[in-house]
């Protein structure tokens, strides 16, 4: 690995171990997205019944709820630091890039969190089919990379707004109802026992997705950072 990388990777991850240490001691963004994930799809899942659920239905089930997870709790990555007042500290030990993926490393551990948690719950409630398990989790695998690389850099926009909730769920969902959709329709065809074969347009859009965003907000965070 050249040196330069090293470097680059080796601040980022004292970025994210920060957080991860601040984010044990309090909980705070962790506990939203789960309470909010959680409490979300038991009133749901209860309200329309476990059984006879179409596949439409369920896939659309499953990304509004990871959605709204995600609106929940991520922006907190930027937001604290606002708060606390250790955002020009971090601007004066550590470079824009180094950040940003620290950063987007501690979403990503939050996110995958929540979905391990949120996934077999949802399997239970809806008795959504299993036997397409490897194809779901690609897309789900995606899906979650795709949410993070979109809200990381909204929640670096909106750190510094006064109604920084609201702004966050406003900004995110143009850029993220693309994703959502191409998430939805892949959910769709795997519940409906479609193969990856079958999804592989979705697939390759939402590869593409997640390098672009991640590329584009590497190359954006720079100028919302130095603000």
């Given at each position: 690995?050249?040196?330069?990388?090293?470097?680059?990777?080796?601040?980022?991850?004292?970025?994210?171990?920060?957080?991860?240490?601040?984010?044990?001691?309090?909980?705070?963004?962790?506990?939203?997205?789960?309470?909010?994930?959680?409490?979300?799809?038991?009133?749901?899942?209860?309200?329309?019944?476990?059984?006879?659920?179409?596949?439409?239905?369920?896939?659309?089930?499953?990304?509004?709820?990871?959605?709204?997870?995600?609106?929940?709790?991520?922006?907190?990555?930027?937001?604290?630091?606002?708060?606390?007042?250790?955002?020009?500290?971090?601007?004066?030990?550590?470079?824009?890039?180094?950040?940003?993926?620290?950063?987007?490393?501690?979403?990503?551990?939050?996110?995958?969190?929540?979905?391990?948690?949120?996934?077999?719950?949802?399997?239970?409630?809806?008795?959504?089919?299993?036997?397409?398990?490897?194809?779901?989790?690609?897309?789900?695998?995606?899906?979650?990379?795709?949410?993070?690389?979109?809200?990381?850099?909204v929640a670096a926009i909106i750190a510094k707004a006064s109604t920084k909730g609201a702004l966050f769920a406003v900004l995110s969902f143009p850029i993220l109802m693309v994703l959502l959709m191409s998430l939805v329709s892949a959910s769709e065809k795997i519940f409906d026992n479609q193969t990856l074969a079958d999804t592989s347009s979705e697939v390759q859009f939402l590869i593409a997705y997640v390098v672009v965003?991640?590329?584009?907000?590497?190359?954006?965070?720079?100028?919302?950072?130095?603000?």
């Amino acid at each position: 690995m050249p040196k330069s990388s090293a470097g680059l990777l080796s601040r980022s991850l004292a970025v994210y171990f920060k957080d991860m240490r601040l984010e044990l001691r309090t909980r705070s963004a962790l506990n939203a997205i789960l309470m909010f994930g959680v409490t979300t799809l038991a009133v749901v899942s209860f309200s329309l019944g476990q059984s006879n659920l179409s596949p439409k239905i369920m896939s659309a089930l499953f990304w509004v709820i990871m959605f709204f997870s995600a609106m929940s709790g991520l922006a907190q990555t930027f937001i604290r630091e606002e708060e606390t007042g250790t955002s020009l500290a971090l601007k004066l030990t550590a470079d824009a890039d180094s950040i940003y993926l620290g950063k987007l490393f501690f979403n990503l551990t939050l996110l995958t969190m929540m979905t391990l948690i949120i996934t077999p719950m949802f399997f239970i409630f809806t008795d959504a089919p299993t036997n397409n398990l490897f194809p779901f989790l690609v897309v789900l695998v995606l899906g979650v990379f795709g949410l993070v690389s979109a809200t990381t850099i909204v929640a670096a926009i909106i750190a510094k707004a006064s109604t920084k909730g609201a702004l966050f769920a406003v900004l995110s969902f143009p850029i993220l109802m693309v994703l959502l959709m191409s998430l939805v329709s892949a959910s769709e065809k795997i519940f409906d026992n479609q193969t990856l074969a079958d999804t592989s347009s979705e697939v390759q859009f939402l590869i593409a997705y997640v390098v672009v965003m991640t590329t584009a907000s590497i190359l954006l965070f720079k100028f919302v950072w130095r603000e």
